[in-house]
């Protein structure tokens, strides 16, 4: 039953640390109670609508179990990534022993938490690259009140995409066209930022502070954001070039897939990553055969073990995909693919994701220091100050483990747009969110955090294959990662302990 504000909670209802769902006039409103107070926010997440209800309460923020989005109760601003926006918030009365929620606030300060703490003001600051980590820095300056000029750079020809939708329901025909800007248009005029697509940056005169650009132009900054992403590998399989194989990283990747694919009958996917299997899944619900060929011989058994890589594999041959696993492509021709074992595939459709590599041809060019990635500091800093790095690229000094890190993860590459954005600006903040990525096959998504590039135990909980489970991934007796199937605030919750195990 939902609960109608308009009537009041008794005090009793609510537990510290607990929420309830109920509704104030037409709209979903969460109360809160936390730390003796009590809150009314929207009670929906405004990244991908996640019911925050089902997330959980960690001092004045509520976190959302679907990708961990971060919302601070007092204001309702989106203090972590992938959320971009703040939900609304109710005004909240006390009367005897009931709460009340009465009007929607108008306008809810959206203040982040490090605003009061920007010490410098760069003249202008250039972002290269129109991805995750570019648009939340963007997006970060302005919410920090940057007023100078900002010009973000992008080979790509759309403006920054919703990407890991692009091989899920955009692909699969589930999601709409205009579901994959993560900003509209007139949002880049409204905020003054100067969205410069189809350009790409071919130097960095780190001396001069410019950015040299494809066409010759150039451009000053004060401070510089690097976020280039990674590119497709492209194995050299006779035939790959001329046939043509599909690569998906852009909007237009996923377009050019989905216009193949509506003329195809067998599309054959080159590699078992995450985005190979999301590309067989999202196939297979536009109905195409579709056959899977890799050389390991369980799908993603490296990166999330031997269990989890079972219940997917048998999740996907469930929806008819067919494995050849232990073997490679050997040559592609119009319609068809020969494999290593002599084997011949039918393949009006070829689509290869084998991996990628990060996008550090400018940054080598420019001298700076790298690292299997672009070296940067705690702060995301480069060895050229003033020059910042985030993302895919960037392979970070993690202060919890001591370890250096780079991880191609969305909302990770997200959040460190954001604090790269309040670092230029000088906040000297640190860079210490715990890595999560989350996987999407059909119906079924495995959410992730920590990092685990080996470990010695693998410990699973529950039933993985009726959707129940948690993979506790171990070394040295210690919890580096968990993965979890159905058991979205689980995950959240191991979020919070790893959080609290360090620093
Ligand atoms: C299809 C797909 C699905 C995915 N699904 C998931 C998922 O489910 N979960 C998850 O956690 N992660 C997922 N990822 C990974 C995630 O999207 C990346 O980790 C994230 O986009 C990295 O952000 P970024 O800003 O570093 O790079 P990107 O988002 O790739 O942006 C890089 C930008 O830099 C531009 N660029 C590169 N070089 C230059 C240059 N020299 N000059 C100008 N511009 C340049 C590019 O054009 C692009 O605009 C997925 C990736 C893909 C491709």
Redesign the pocket.
């Known amino acids: 039953m939902t609960t109608n504000f308009a009537e009041g909670v008794p005090t009793t209802q609510l537990r510290d640390g607990e929420s309830v769902l109920g509704r104030a006039g037409d709209e979903d409103v969460l109360l809160v109670r936390t730390g003796g107070q009590f809150f009314a926010v929207g009670a929906h997440c405004t990244h991908y609508k996640g019911a925050l209800a089902e997330g959980i309460v960690v001092g004045q923020t509520v976190r959302c179990p679907l990708h961990h989005a971060c919302f601070d109760l007092r204001n309702g601003d989106a203090i972590r990534a992938p959320a971009l926006d703040s939900i609304d918030c109710w005004r909240v009365e006390q009367k005897g022993d009931k709460i009340f929620v009465r009007e929607k606030l108008s306008s809810p300060q959206a203040t982040s938490p490090s605003s009061t703490r920007n010490t410098r003001t760069p003249e202008s600051i250039v972002i ?7 648009l939340a820095a963007a997006d970060m300056l302005r919410r920090q009140s940057y007023s100078g000029p900002i010009t973000m ?4 020809d759309s403006a ?1 995409p919703d ?2 939708n ?2 899920k329901d955009y692909l699969s025909g589930e999601a709409q066209e205009d579901w994959i800007p993560l900003r509209p248009p007139e949002y880049y005029t409204e905020h003054k930022i100067e969205l410069l697509l189809k ?3 071919d130097a960095i005169d780190v001396a001069g502070h410019q950015v040299v650009l494809n066409n010759g132009q150039r451009r000053s900054f004060g401070a510089l954001l690097i ?4 590119t497709p590998v492209r194995p050299p399989i006779p035939g790959a070039e001329s046939s043509p194989a599909h690569y ?2 852009s909007f237009s990747d996923s377009r050019a897939i989905i216009e193949a694919a509506s003329a195809a009958k067998h599309a054959v996917v080159i590699g078992a990553s ?2 190979g299997l ?1 590309v067989a899944a999202s196939l297979r619900t536009r109905n195409l055969d579709v056959d899977v060929v890799a050389p390991e011989h369980r799908p993603l058994e490296k990166i999330l073990g031997a269990e989890l890589g079972k219940v997917i594999q048998q999740l996907h041959e469930t929806h008819g995909v067919k494995f050849h696993l232990g073997e490679t492509v050997t040559r592609i021709d119009d319609a068809r693919v020969t494999l290593s074992g002599g084997g011949v595939l039918d393949a009006d459709l070829v689509v290869i994701g084998v991996g990628v590599r990060p ?1 550090i041809a ?1 940054a080598e060019k420019a001298g700076l220091t790298m690292d299997r990635g672009i070296a940067v500091d705690e702060h995301l800093e480069t060895s050229a100050p003033g020059i910042f790095a ?4 960037a392979r970070w000094h993690d202060r919890r483990s001591g370890e250096r890190r780079r991880v ?4 990770v ?1 997200e959040r460190q ?1 954001q604090v790269a954005a309040r670092n230029m600006l000088g906040a000297r903040e640190p860079f210490d969110a715990i890595p999560f ?4 096959h059909y119906d079924m998504t495995i959410r992730y955090i920590g990092y685990a590039e080996s470990w010695d135990t693998v410990a699973v909980d529950g039933a993985l294959e009726k959707r129940d489970g948690r993979v506790n991934y171990m070394r040295d007796g210690r919890r580096l990662a968990v993965a979890t199937i159905g058991r979205d605030r689980e995950n959240l919750q191991a979020e919070l302990e790893m959080e609290s195990a360090h620093l």
């Open positions: 290269v690259g129109g991805g995750a980590a570019g750079i992008s080979a790509d920054p990407r890991p692009l091989s350009t790409h940056v976020a280039t992403g990674a998906l990283r995450f985005i999301e996008s400018l985030a993302g895919d690229i191609e993860h969305w909302v590459a747009g990525f989350w996987s999407q």
